[in-house]
């Protein structure tokens, strides 16, 4: 079993900055891929940033320039920096990892972490 613990939501004014962070623990062989979705109130949950293996970085267009995924692989840790951000951003925000597992490293998993919520508003 894997566990995905995340921190660092809050409620930031326009402008402001965030640091989201997602860990995972348990029986993992190895983290093929990370990422962040977030999903507003009435809206579809949406991919905001991803994180390969190899450091390979994908952004949704509309958080480019503001937005910064980073991992620590000693730490099973995924990272998102949030600058300038926006009413907009306010979402329920999730990380996401695909795990080869101890017990059968050539199969793949999928995890989600428990959400964390951002809210921006003056």
């Known amino acids: 079993q894997v566990q995905l613990v995340e921190s660092g939501g809050g409620l930031v004014q326009p402008g402001g900055s965030l640091r989201l962070s997602c860990a995972a623990s348990g029986s993992i062989f190895s983290i093929v891929a990370m990422g962040w979705y977030r999903q507003a109130p009435g809206k579809q949950r949406e991919l905001v940033a991803s994180?390969?293996?190899?450091?390979?970085?994908n952004y949704a267009d509309s958080v480019k320039g503001r937005f910064t995924i980073s991992r620590d692989n000693a730490k099973n840790t995924v990272y998102l920096q949030i600058d300038s951000l926006k009413p907009e951003d306010t979402a329920v925000y999730y990380c996401n990892f695909h795990i080869r597992p101890r017990a059968s490293p050539g199969g793949l998993e999928n995890y989600w972490g428990q959400g964390t919520q951002v809210t921006v508003s003056s």
């Open positions: 994180i390969t293996s190899g450091g390979s970085t």
